[in-house]
């Protein structure tokens, strides 16, 4: 096996890794019962002081002082990143939870087309047929947030994914390890917290949730979702969020008995649909890709 390989399947299981443990974030930011900006100031405190003292264990069992932002490129992560929590934590507090993870999915499309604009990856036909349906899928969940009063929740987590896909694009085109750059831009949105908590006073019920949340679920999964665009491409890392549009629902629902309206089911699934085949097709094209690279490279 070639090395191209082995770094492309090492990519698929750090970035599936990540993409699992994040299934666990919404049901636990809403089981701390609180406002958005405290939870928020919670989370990013965690997750903060999390990321360094896993900088400082790692540092000293390897012998070396790790980068922890490399470059500016690693500044401009870490403050998508940052952006994105913020965006994220808006949404999260401002429509269903079914909507918001469908709309998450749409990450995938817009990574394509990032990948085209500033990283010359031209999307295949099949792409452009994904995007057609997923935009499908999304007017209906937006549509159904405008009859529902949940239209500013949809259009901030439609900008909260744009800004995510940025981050993984900018990430891909560096070729660094910004999995640290991305844990530690929690910064922005531990100041922008602070400030707003001043203003409007704390309050988290149980704050036990968010704690486990930013020290364990987020440090994970920003760990390993930020790291995978070292090893395989944009839209690859993109696929991984699609076990948080799967799953997340599922775990509301079991929890929080909230069912998902019938359009965002039903703009759900056609969303999913064009994403699992697209994100199929994406796989079999990178390892086609890999297989006939490591035949004009041979170890």
Partial sequence: MSQLELDHRKGLLITGIGGLVLTADIPL?????????????LRSVTTFVAALIIWAVWSLATGRM?????????????ALYGLTSITFMIA????????????????????ALLSWVFLK?????????????????????VREGLASGHVFGD??????????????????ASGQDMGFAAILGTALPMLVAAFMVSQNGYMVEVPGWIIFNG?????LAFLCLATGPKFIS??????????????????VWMIFSERPSDPTLAGGMIIITALVCH????MYHARRLARMKALRHPV
């Fill in 29 to 41: 930011l809403r089981l701390g019962h609180g406002e958005t900006w405290s939870t928020l100031f």
């Fill in 66 to 78: 790790r980068t922890i932002v490399p470059g500016r490129a690693g500044l401009v992560v870490a």
């Fill in 92 to 111: 999260v507090y401002n429509t269903k939870t079914a909507n918001l993870v469908f709309i998450l999915a749409f990450n995938t499309v817009f990574s």
């Fill in 121 to 141: 990856e031209r999307p295949k036909t099949v792409t452009f047929i994904a995007m057609f349906f997923m935009l499908i899928g999304v007017g209906i969940i």
């Fill in 155 to 172: 259009l901030v987590a439609l900008l909260s994914t744009f800004i995510l896909s940025t981050a993984i694009t900018v990430s891909r």
């Fill in 215 to 219: 020290a364990v679920v987020t440090t």
């Fill in 234 to 251: 944009g839209p690859e890392v993109a696929m991984f969020y699609l076990l948080e549009t799967v799953l997340t629902p599922i775990w």
């Fill in 279 to 282: 994100s199929l097709w994406q």
